[in-house]
């Protein structure tokens, strides 16, 4: 019954996204609307934002159908709590930061939002804003003096970063990333560098709401990941908090998924995705979600795969042992 979705993503463009570009159609392959498209949504069950299933009896229906039509046996939760993304910075996104579950619950009564983010590919000397610098505060934001507030980071293909919640952040111009993060639209802009919105007035700002949740302390390192051997290749783990886990699977032949979890696979070649008797071929940059009652599937080929997943601590720690501390959010909340 159930099965690996293949999904079409639901784009965010125009006006929601003045930042982006053409480089989702032009480098992944993706049918997006317009050359200012700044994200494919990948794998969402969100209101309105939902993906589009692609494959088998399930074809035609979006995510948060199928969320209600499988409930747990497709995400493990009575909800949808992930959401997988790509995106194309044309542009520099607006200097932002996200509230936590507790804030976001009490305000918005939605989800918090923490996300990893892994550069896909990147204009030379690209650079993203990676949290505040020493001694800085959210005023020197407000008031425009960006390069004495934020620590900007040069950025390369492969790069991986991961983005608490209360983390001031900005994806800079001419990087295209896969983001892996809660489930939630809840976003505070802190300075949209004057950009207006279709009404021709500047998008509106989250000043008050910024200030209640930024955490000016949070200032991380690009994470390194830690690797271990598995029959059909190698895993490379960098980050497993209480929301997600994200890990590069670097494959050599045929390598079995985990189970018990839902997954999303993103592979960065070509592929075979096998489960029983069935074959799916997946292009570069598809998306397929696994659902966490799914036993056997198994990705075969020689490339490599991205895999976002809820989370699975508690197995993790075993797995690595001393070397967990080398996976962001594992050993603790950030």
């Known amino acids: 019954m159930y099965y690996p979705l293949l999904t079409q993503p639901y784009f965010r463009h125009g006006s929601e996204t003045p930042w982006g570009g053409d480089k989702l159609k032009a480098y992944f392959g993706k049918p997006s609307p317009d050359d200012t498209t700044g994200e494919a949504l990948e794998a969402s069950a969100l209101p309105g934002m939902s993906s589009l299933v692609m494959n088998g009896s399930l074809a035609a229906l979006t995510l948060d159908k199928v969320q209600e039509?499988?409930?747990?046996?497709?995400?493990?939760?009575?909800?949808?709590?992930?959401?997988?993304?790509?995106?194309?910075?044309?542009?520099?996104?607006?200097?932002?930061?996200?509230?936590?579950?507790?804030?976001?619950?009490?305000?918005?009564?939605?989800?918090?939002?923490?996300?990893?983010?892994?550069?896909?590919?990147?204009?030379?000397?690209?650079?993203?804003?990676y949290g505040l610098k020493e001694g800085a505060t959210l005023a020197d934001v407000e008031n425009g003096n960006m390069e004495e507030a934020l620590n900007w980071v040069k950025v390369a293909p492969g790069d991986v970063y991961y983005v608490p919640h209360g983390m001031v952040h900005a994806l800079g111009a001419g990087v295209q990333a896969y983001e892996i993060q809660q489930a939630s639209d809840v976003t505070y802009r802190i300075w949209d560098w004057g950009r207006v919105g279709k009404d021709g007035k500047p998008r509106e700002l989250h000043l008050e709401d910024a200030k209640n949740v930024v955490r000016p302390e949070l200032r991380l390192s690009k994470i390194g990941g830690t690797t271990v051997l598995c029959e059909g290749g190698s895993r490379t783990y960098y980050v497993s908090d209480e929301n997600f886990e994200l890990?590069?699977?670097?494959?050599?032949?045929?390598?079995?998924?985990?189970?018990?979890?839902?997954?999303?696979?993103?592979?960065l070649g070509e592929c075979e995705l096998i489960w029983g008797d069935e074959v799916v071929v997946m292009e570069p940059l598809a998306t397929a979600v696994i659902p966490a009652a799914m036993k056997g599937a198994m990705i075969c080929g020689n490339l490599t795969a991205l895999l976002s997943s809820t989370p699975g601590q508690a197995a993790l720690r075993q797995e690595l042992g001393y070397r967990a501390d080398g996976v962001s959010g594992l050993m603790g909340p950030v």
């Open 247 to 267: 890990c590069r699977l670097n494959v050599a032949g045929d390598m079995p998924l985990p189970e018990g979890r839902m997954l999303f696979l993103t592979p």
């Open 69 to 129: 039509k499988w409930g747990e046996a497709l995400s493990g939760s009575q909800d949808f709590p992930l959401l997988l993304k790509l995106l194309d910075a044309r542009e520099t996104l607006s200097v932002q930061v996200h509230p936590g579950d507790a804030y976001a619950q009490k305000r918005h009564g939605k989800r918090g939002k923490t996300e990893a983010w892994v550069v896909l590919s990147c204009d030379p000397g690209a650079k993203i804003a």
